[in-house]
């Protein structure tokens, strides 16, 4: 079994930052590529940001330039460093990993609980 456990969350104001981690944990060979997520209320889950197990990132339109994905392989952890955040960038950010728990087995797609993120105006 593999956890994935987000952390930094929080209540900030606009223009603020907040910088997010999710460690993975458990039964874990290997780790591909990483990423966050977020939903709104009422609105689907959309990609944040990903992050190649060396380094390549991709981001979406609305957090080019502010949100700043990164990682640490030998901890297995995942980061997103956000700044000047707008209210629209609320919403629930979730972590995921593609994991191998065993050499010759099959990457498994993981998510974290999700971590509250609050940008007020």
């Known amino acids: 079994q593999v956890q994935l456990v987000e952390s930094g969350g929080g209540l900030v104001q606009a223009g603020g930052s907040l910088r997010l981690s999710c460690a993975a944990s458990?039964?874990?060979?290997?780790?591909?590529?990483m990423g966050w997520y977020r939903q709104a209320p009422g609105k689907q889950r959309e990609l944040v940001a990903t992050?190649?197990?060396?380094?390549?990132?991709t981001y979406a339109d609305p957090v080019k330039g502010r949100f700043t994905i990164s990682r640490d392989n030998a901890k297995n952890t995942v980061y997103l460093r956000m700044n000047s955040l707008k209210p629209e960038d609320t919403a629930v950010y979730y972590c995921n990993a593609a994991v191998l728990a065993v050499l010759g087995g099959d990457y498994l797609d993981y998510w974290g609980q999700g971590t509250q993120v609050t940008v007020s105006s």
């Open positions: 458990g039964s874990i060979f290997r780790i591909n590529d």
């Open positions: 992050i190649t197990r060396g380094g390549s990132t």
